[in-house]
Protein backbone atom coordinates (compact mmCIF):
# COMPACT_ATOMS: atom_id res chain seq x y z
CA UNK A 1 0.00 0.00 0.00
CA UNK A 2 1.37 3.35 -0.71
CA UNK A 3 1.02 5.77 1.89
CA UNK A 4 -0.59 9.39 1.95
CA UNK A 5 1.56 11.67 1.30
CA UNK A 6 0.38 14.81 2.62
CA UNK A 7 1.50 18.42 1.69
CA UNK A 8 2.60 20.35 4.97
CA UNK A 9 0.41 22.66 5.70
CA UNK A 10 1.56 26.34 5.08
CA UNK A 11 2.34 28.46 8.19
CA UNK A 12 -0.63 30.47 9.29
CA UNK A 13 0.60 33.98 9.56
CA UNK A 14 -1.56 37.39 10.46
CA UNK A 15 -2.42 39.92 8.48
CA UNK A 16 -2.54 43.65 8.72
CA UNK A 17 -5.37 45.25 6.84
CA UNK A 18 -5.42 49.00 5.86
CA UNK A 19 -8.80 50.70 4.65
CA UNK A 20 -9.12 54.02 3.72
CA UNK A 21 -5.76 55.13 6.09
CA UNK A 22 -4.98 58.79 5.10
CA UNK A 23 -2.32 61.28 6.44
CA UNK A 24 -1.61 64.84 5.76
CA UNK A 25 1.05 66.75 7.19
CA UNK A 26 0.47 70.39 6.90
CA UNK A 27 -2.55 70.32 4.53
CA UNK A 28 -0.54 67.97 1.79
CA UNK A 29 -1.74 64.66 1.85
CA UNK A 30 1.11 62.35 2.04
CA UNK A 31 -0.82 58.72 2.59
CA UNK A 32 -4.13 57.93 1.30
CA UNK A 33 -4.46 54.12 0.66
CA UNK A 34 -7.71 52.88 -0.10
CA UNK A 35 -7.55 48.99 1.09
CA UNK A 36 -4.13 46.93 1.72
CA UNK A 37 -3.87 43.90 2.89
CA UNK A 38 -0.11 43.07 4.35
CA UNK A 39 0.88 39.21 5.40
CA UNK A 40 -0.94 37.50 2.60
CA UNK A 41 2.69 36.14 1.55
CA UNK A 42 5.81 35.66 4.14
CA UNK A 43 8.33 38.02 2.85
CA UNK A 44 6.60 40.95 1.70
CA UNK A 45 8.45 44.53 0.27
CA UNK A 46 7.20 47.75 0.04
CA UNK A 47 8.66 49.74 -2.03
CA UNK A 48 8.61 53.46 -4.14
CA UNK A 49 10.66 56.73 -4.61
CA UNK A 50 12.11 59.01 -1.50
CA UNK A 51 8.90 60.76 -0.08
CA UNK A 52 6.18 57.99 -1.59
CA UNK A 53 5.31 58.16 1.89
CA UNK A 54 6.64 54.33 3.00
CA UNK A 55 7.52 54.82 6.54
CA UNK A 56 4.69 57.35 7.02
CA UNK A 57 2.47 54.25 6.77
CA UNK A 58 4.41 52.06 8.61
CA UNK A 59 4.17 54.27 11.42
CA UNK A 60 0.76 54.97 10.92
CA UNK A 61 0.35 51.05 11.22
CA UNK A 62 2.19 50.92 14.30
CA UNK A 63 -0.14 54.05 15.73
CA UNK A 64 3.43 55.98 16.34
CA UNK A 65 1.37 58.49 13.65
CA UNK A 66 -2.34 58.78 14.17
CA UNK A 67 -3.94 58.17 11.06
CA UNK A 68 -6.61 61.55 9.98
CA UNK A 69 -9.21 58.80 8.76
CA UNK A 70 -9.53 55.12 7.99
CA UNK A 71 -8.72 52.04 9.88
CA UNK A 72 -5.79 49.35 10.61
CA UNK A 73 -6.69 46.18 11.57
CA UNK A 74 -4.58 42.76 12.95
CA UNK A 75 -6.17 39.67 11.99
CA UNK A 76 -3.97 37.33 14.57
CA UNK A 77 -3.41 33.63 13.49
CA UNK A 78 -6.01 32.87 16.38
CA UNK A 79 -7.92 34.96 18.79
CA UNK A 80 -9.84 38.08 17.54
CA UNK A 81 -9.36 40.80 15.46
CA UNK A 82 -7.70 43.96 17.13
CA UNK A 83 -8.02 47.85 16.11
CA UNK A 84 -4.57 48.44 15.87
CA UNK A 85 -5.18 52.09 15.06
CA UNK A 86 -7.21 52.55 18.31
CA UNK A 87 -4.66 50.62 20.51
CA UNK A 88 -1.25 52.89 21.84
CA UNK A 89 1.83 52.04 20.47
CA UNK A 90 3.51 50.68 23.06
CA UNK A 91 1.07 48.21 23.30
CA UNK A 92 2.05 47.06 19.99
CA UNK A 93 4.30 44.33 20.68
CA UNK A 94 1.91 42.71 23.23
CA UNK A 95 0.15 41.91 20.00
CA UNK A 96 3.47 40.53 18.05
CA UNK A 97 3.68 43.82 15.81
CA UNK A 98 6.96 44.90 15.68
CA UNK A 99 8.74 47.81 13.31
CA UNK A 100 12.82 48.70 13.02
CA UNK A 101 13.41 52.26 12.03
CA UNK A 102 14.65 53.79 9.20
CA UNK A 103 16.48 56.38 11.00
CA UNK A 104 17.43 55.07 14.56
CA UNK A 105 17.86 57.97 17.66
CA UNK A 106 18.46 55.66 20.53
CA UNK A 107 21.37 53.20 22.20
CA UNK A 108 23.24 56.27 22.66
CA UNK A 109 22.94 56.08 26.50
CA UNK A 110 23.43 52.41 27.59
CA UNK A 111 25.85 49.79 26.61
CA UNK A 112 24.92 47.12 24.57
CA UNK A 113 24.01 44.92 26.73
CA UNK A 114 21.73 47.06 28.59
CA UNK A 115 19.79 47.88 25.75
CA UNK A 116 19.14 44.44 24.42
CA UNK A 117 18.37 43.32 28.04
CA UNK A 118 16.41 46.63 28.33
CA UNK A 119 14.06 45.71 24.96
CA UNK A 120 13.57 42.11 25.99
CA UNK A 121 11.94 43.01 29.23
CA UNK A 122 9.90 46.07 28.21
CA UNK A 123 7.33 44.45 26.06
CA UNK A 124 6.86 41.59 28.53
CA UNK A 125 5.85 43.91 31.84
CA UNK A 126 4.71 47.11 29.46
CA UNK A 127 6.04 48.70 32.50
CA UNK A 128 9.66 49.91 30.78
CA UNK A 129 11.20 51.97 34.14
CA UNK A 130 9.67 49.75 36.51
CA UNK A 131 12.61 48.26 38.69
CA UNK A 132 13.56 44.64 37.29
CA UNK A 133 16.21 41.96 38.77
CA UNK A 134 18.85 42.46 35.99
CA UNK A 135 20.13 39.00 36.86
CA UNK A 136 16.65 37.41 36.29
CA UNK A 137 16.94 39.14 33.26
CA UNK A 138 20.22 38.17 32.19
CA UNK A 139 19.61 34.51 33.18
CA UNK A 140 16.73 34.53 30.56
CA UNK A 141 17.78 36.18 27.60
CA UNK A 142 21.66 36.58 27.70
CA UNK A 143 22.24 33.49 26.14
CA UNK A 144 19.92 34.77 23.29
CA UNK A 145 21.22 38.21 23.33
CA UNK A 146 24.95 36.80 23.14
CA UNK A 147 24.01 34.74 20.33
CA UNK A 148 22.94 37.19 18.32
CA UNK A 149 25.44 39.75 19.10
CA UNK A 150 28.15 36.89 18.27
CA UNK A 151 26.51 36.21 14.49
CA UNK A 152 26.37 40.36 13.72
CA UNK A 153 29.97 40.85 14.64
CA UNK A 154 29.63 42.47 17.75
CA UNK A 155 33.05 42.06 20.16
CA UNK A 156 32.16 44.03 23.20
CA UNK A 157 28.65 44.25 24.74
CA UNK A 158 29.75 46.52 27.58
CA UNK A 159 30.67 49.10 24.79
CA UNK A 160 28.11 51.88 23.88
CA UNK A 161 26.82 51.40 19.50
CA UNK A 162 28.54 53.92 17.91
CA UNK A 163 27.84 53.60 14.15
CA UNK A 164 24.69 53.76 12.66
CA UNK A 165 25.45 50.19 11.09
CA UNK A 166 25.34 48.96 14.69
CA UNK A 167 22.79 50.84 16.03
CA UNK A 168 20.53 49.77 12.88
CA UNK A 169 21.77 45.79 13.82
CA UNK A 170 21.00 46.28 17.40
CA UNK A 171 17.57 47.60 16.70
CA UNK A 172 16.93 44.53 14.19
CA UNK A 173 18.33 42.34 17.12
CA UNK A 174 15.70 44.14 19.49
CA UNK A 175 12.83 43.52 17.24
CA UNK A 176 14.09 40.01 17.10
CA UNK A 177 14.16 39.41 21.51
CA UNK A 178 11.05 40.56 21.03
CA UNK A 179 9.78 37.10 18.94
CA UNK A 180 7.34 39.14 16.71
CA UNK A 181 4.47 37.78 14.77
CA UNK A 182 4.18 40.79 12.50
CA UNK A 183 7.67 42.02 11.70
CA UNK A 184 8.39 45.52 9.72
CA UNK A 185 11.70 46.44 8.43
CA UNK A 186 12.46 49.85 7.38
CA UNK A 187 15.17 49.90 5.32
CA UNK A 188 17.28 47.70 7.79
CA UNK A 189 20.29 47.07 5.48
CA UNK A 190 21.05 50.30 4.28
CA UNK A 191 24.37 51.76 5.07
CA UNK A 192 25.50 47.76 5.62
CA UNK A 193 28.63 46.54 4.40
CA UNK A 194 27.43 43.37 1.78
CA UNK A 195 28.52 40.59 4.47
CA UNK A 196 26.14 41.90 7.22
CA UNK A 197 23.13 42.23 4.50
CA UNK A 198 23.56 38.76 3.99
CA UNK A 199 23.27 37.75 7.45
CA UNK A 200 20.24 40.38 7.81
CA UNK A 201 18.44 38.54 4.88
CA UNK A 202 19.61 34.93 5.78
CA UNK A 203 18.28 36.07 9.08
CA UNK A 204 14.64 37.47 7.59
CA UNK A 205 14.18 34.14 5.89
CA UNK A 206 14.69 32.70 9.06
CA UNK A 207 11.85 33.95 10.56
CA UNK A 208 9.57 33.92 7.91
CA UNK A 209 10.17 29.99 7.56
CA UNK A 210 9.33 29.72 11.39
CA UNK A 211 5.80 31.62 10.86
CA UNK A 212 6.85 35.42 11.46
CA UNK A 213 5.27 37.53 8.45
CA UNK A 214 7.86 40.29 7.09
CA UNK A 215 6.85 43.66 5.52
CA UNK A 216 10.35 44.90 4.58
CA UNK A 217 11.06 48.48 3.23
CA UNK A 218 14.19 48.84 1.29
CA UNK A 219 16.14 50.67 -1.31
CA UNK A 220 18.59 48.00 -1.74
CA UNK A 221 16.30 46.24 -4.25
CA UNK A 222 18.60 43.22 -4.51
CA UNK A 223 17.38 42.41 -1.00
CA UNK A 224 13.82 42.97 -2.44
CA UNK A 225 14.39 41.09 -5.63
CA UNK A 226 15.46 38.10 -3.39
CA UNK A 227 13.94 38.30 -0.33
CA UNK A 228 10.34 38.76 -1.18
CA UNK A 229 7.44 36.72 -1.96
CA UNK A 230 5.14 39.77 -3.24
CA UNK A 231 5.95 43.40 -3.58
CA UNK A 232 3.90 46.76 -3.13
CA UNK A 233 4.34 49.66 -4.93
CA UNK A 234 3.97 53.21 -3.44
CA UNK A 235 4.00 56.32 -4.80
CA UNK A 236 3.04 59.91 -3.66
CA UNK A 237 1.42 58.02 -1.18
CA UNK A 238 -0.85 55.48 -3.01
CA UNK A 239 0.16 51.73 -2.96
CA UNK A 240 -0.07 51.34 -6.66
CA UNK A 241 0.95 48.06 -7.69
CA UNK A 242 0.93 44.39 -5.93
CA UNK A 243 2.88 41.25 -7.81
CA UNK A 244 5.88 38.89 -7.62
CA UNK A 245 8.97 40.44 -7.82
CA UNK A 246 9.37 39.81 -11.44
CA UNK A 247 6.67 41.93 -12.45
CA UNK A 248 6.83 44.61 -10.37
CA UNK A 249 10.42 44.89 -11.63
CA UNK A 250 9.49 45.01 -15.19
CA UNK A 251 6.40 47.26 -14.93
CA UNK A 252 6.14 50.11 -17.11
CA UNK A 253 4.75 52.33 -14.04
CA UNK A 254 7.60 50.79 -11.60
CA UNK A 255 9.92 52.00 -14.40
CA UNK A 256 8.75 55.50 -15.05
CA UNK A 257 8.15 56.69 -11.44
CA UNK A 258 11.06 55.13 -9.34
CA UNK A 259 13.65 52.40 -11.47
CA UNK A 260 14.40 54.45 -14.39
CA UNK A 261 15.36 52.90 -18.12
CA UNK A 262 18.25 50.33 -18.27
CA UNK A 263 17.62 48.72 -14.67
CA UNK A 264 16.66 45.05 -15.34
N1 LIG B 1 6.54 64.51 10.65
C1 LIG B 1 6.40 65.02 9.40
N2 LIG B 1 6.07 66.30 9.20
C2 LIG B 1 5.91 66.81 7.95
N3 LIG B 1 6.08 66.09 6.82
C3 LIG B 1 6.42 64.80 6.96
C4 LIG B 1 6.61 64.19 8.25
N4 LIG B 1 6.94 62.89 8.07
C5 LIG B 1 6.97 62.71 6.74
N5 LIG B 1 6.67 63.84 6.08
C6 LIG B 1 6.57 63.99 4.62
O1 LIG B 1 5.75 62.95 4.13
C7 LIG B 1 6.21 62.49 2.89
C8 LIG B 1 6.42 60.99 2.95
O2 LIG B 1 7.57 60.75 3.78
P1 LIG B 1 8.05 59.30 4.15
O3 LIG B 1 9.19 59.47 5.09
O4 LIG B 1 6.91 58.51 4.60
O5 LIG B 1 8.56 58.75 2.74
P2 LIG B 1 9.36 57.42 2.41
O6 LIG B 1 8.60 56.76 1.32
O7 LIG B 1 9.62 56.66 3.64
O8 LIG B 1 10.72 58.02 1.80
P3 LIG B 1 12.23 57.46 1.91
O9 LIG B 1 12.32 56.37 0.88
O10 LIG B 1 13.05 58.65 1.53
O11 LIG B 1 12.47 57.00 3.30
C9 LIG B 1 7.47 63.29 2.55
O12 LIG B 1 7.11 64.36 1.72
C10 LIG B 1 7.90 63.80 3.91
O13 LIG B 1 8.60 65.00 3.80
MG1 LIG C 1 11.31 56.09 4.66
Known amino acids: MVADVVAPAPAARPQIRIEGAVKSFGGHVVVDVDELVLGDRPIEGLIGPN ?28 GPEVALSK ?4 QMARHGVVKSNQVITDFDKLTILDSLLLASTEHRYEQPYRVFSEELVFERYGSEIARYLDYFGFTDARALALSAGEKKLLDIIRCLLVKPSFLMLDEPTAGLPGELTEKVMATIREIAAAG ?31 GDPQSIREHRTVVEKYLGEGHV
Open 87 to 90: LPAD
Open 51 to 78: GAGKTTLMRMIMHSIPLDRGSVTLRPVD
Open 212 to 242: TAVVIVEHDLNVIWSLCDEVHFMAEGKVVLH
